[in-house]
């Protein structure tokens, strides 16, 4: 079965740190483009990052110089470091597949999410 | 960055209705790379349609999407039970990747 399975979300005081891990299974994960996508409570989706199948990274700006992404083929995972979170990064952590092709796709596989919550 | 804005925010039908739901971009979407998505309660979203108009593998053939440039459409032909969820459309020909606010289709 085709899946991705995000951990790692907890809470964190304003300023603190989480790193969140999206396993993925099912398919050749080194082939494909994969996303970090967020949504808070009550809101819509928010894309927040994308790491390439050559390592090549983008963020969202509100987050770009306090996020990093990464990824370990040789272990079907992909990473999203956290750090000098603030109240507004709170919302589900979704990691999501792009389809194959060349230029930019849609996502066809999402994991269910992991929670994080910024607060004193 | 584009903004997409989509209406209705709540739409109220019954099971059997048609259901139509717009996604107007702030400036061209390019190659009609534009996706919708269905969200239930506590679950991941599902992809429905991209390109636009093509419908991903295993969705129900009620479901459609049109249009181009800036405004798209996501038609439910007849509303089944299971279809009462929240939709999002997605452009994903520019970074950054931009979401809409969504629409919830609601049992009236």
């Known amino acids: 079965e085709v899946q991705l399975v995000e951990s790692g979300g907890g809470l964190v005081q304003p300023g603190g740190s989480l790193r969140l891990s999206c396993a993925a299974s099912?398919?050749?994960?080194?082939?494909?483009?994969i996303h970090w996508v967020r949504q808070a409570t009550g809101k819509g989706l928010e894309w927040v990052s994308v790491?390439?199948?050559?390592?090549?990274?983008s963020y969202l700006g509100s987050v770009k110089g306090r996020f990093t992404i990464s990824r370990e083929n040789a272990k079907n995972s992909l990473y999203l470091q956290m750090n000098s979170l603030r109240v507004e990064d709170t919302a589900v952590y979704f990691c999501?597949?792009?389809?194959?092709?060349?230029?930019?796709?849609?996502?066809?596989?999402w994991g269910q999410g992991t929670m994080v919550t910024v607060s004193s | 960055e584009i903004v997409l804005t989509q209406s209705p925010g709540t739409l109220s039908l019954s099971p059997g209705e048609r259901a139509t739901l717009s996604c107007r971009a702030s400036?061209?979407?390019?190659?009609?790379?534009l996706a919708w998505y269905q969200q239930k309660p506590g679950q991941a979203p599902r992809l429905l349609i991209y390109?636009?108009?093509s419908r991903a593998t295993g969705i129900p053939d009620r479901f459609s999407g049109s249009g181009s440039g800036t405004d798209f459409t996501l038609t439910i032909s007849r509303l089944e039970p299971e279809d009462f969820a929240e939709y999002h459309c997605?452009?994903?020909?520019?970074?950054?990747?931009?979401f809409g606010q969504g629409t919830k289709v609601e049992i009236k």
């Open positions: 999501a597949r792009e389809m194959l092709g060349t230029g930019m796709y849609a996502f066809d596989i």
């Open positions: 099912g398919f050749t994960f080194s082939s494909y483009d």
């Open positions: 790491v390439s199948t050559s390592g090549g990274t």
């Open positions: 400036q061209s979407v390019s190659s009609s790379s």
């Open positions: 390109g636009a108009s």
């Open positions: 997605q452009q994903y020909g520019s970074s950054p990747r931009t």
